[in-house]
């Protein structure tokens, strides 16, 4: 069984420019889910996708964006980068069996905006 | 009515000790209460669960403690090792909605002294 990975590991980005951020579910798992870990903080919920729809979104502005692909993989997209969105952002994966679900995370992808 | 808030920001404990951390919730909706695990450089991993129907849970050296009645829950861990070193955060969702998404505290950096 493969675990949830991401991609990159790190990435390096001037502000107002778009980075897309990338995601492999754990095997057999349908939902992702995209959270935002600023340094020292605990993460934040981003939005979530199910069967390639978005279930549900945090309180993120719309130039955050996010596609699932038939795999169940995913992106995380986000246009004019701002320089708070420097963060890691992590991306859980899950069995949506309509009840809660363990989320499993990936190690993360750590933007730095300058 | 969304948050949880985690205390204590940072603990030191001697090996062998017992560690404490203790989160707090509002919404009295929630009903999936999670505490997960992160070492530098690596994404959360769960460590244990509890939903409120039980006023404790324990496996191996963690135990969560919970108080319906408060709104409040505890992560105990016995006999803490150095290998334990890591931030902590407990977390809280709602079971069964559409969207599954995890609210974190603001996590607890552990340091466990040899």
């Known amino acids: 069984e493969t675990g949830v990975t991401q991609s990159p590991t790190h990435l390096i980005k001037t502000r107002g420019q778009q980075v897309t951020l990338r995601c492999s579910s754990q095997s057999g798992h349908n939902t992702v889910s995209w959270y935002q870990q600023a340094l020292g903080q605990g993460p934040q919920f981003i939005f979530q996708y199910y069967r390639e729809e978005e279930n549900g979104r945090g309180n993120f502005p719309p130039r955050f964006s996010g596609l699932q692909f038939p795999n169940y993989s995913s992106e995380l997209n986000v246009n004019a980068l701002e320089l708070d969105d420097s963060a890691l952002y992590l991306c859980?994966?899950?069995?949506?069996?309509?009840?809660?679900?363990?989320?499993?995370f990936g190690p993360g992808t750590r933007l730095t905006v300058l | 009515q969304q948050q949880v808030k985690q205390s204590p920001q940072s603990l030191i404990v001697q090996k062998g000790g017992i560690s404490i951390i203790n989160c707090a919730y509002e919404n009295t909706a929630f009903d999936y209460f999670p505490w997960y695990q992160q070492f530098p450089g690596k994404g959360p991993a769960l460590l244990i669960a509890i939903r409120p129907d039980v006023s404790e849970k324990k496996e191996g050296r963690f135990t969560i403690s919970f108080n319906k009645s408060a709104k409040q829950f505890s992560l105990h861990i016995m006999d803490s090792q150095p290998g334990d070193s890591a931030t902590y955060f407990c977390?809280?969702?709602?079971?069964?909605?559409?969207?599954?998404?995890?609210?974190f505290g603001t996590g607890t950096l552990l340091a466990v002294q040899p």
């Open positions: 977390a809280a969702s709602k079971d069964g909605g559409a969207t599954n998404k995890l609210i």
């Open positions: 859980a994966s899950s069995l949506n069996r309509g009840t809660y679900n363990e989320q499993f």
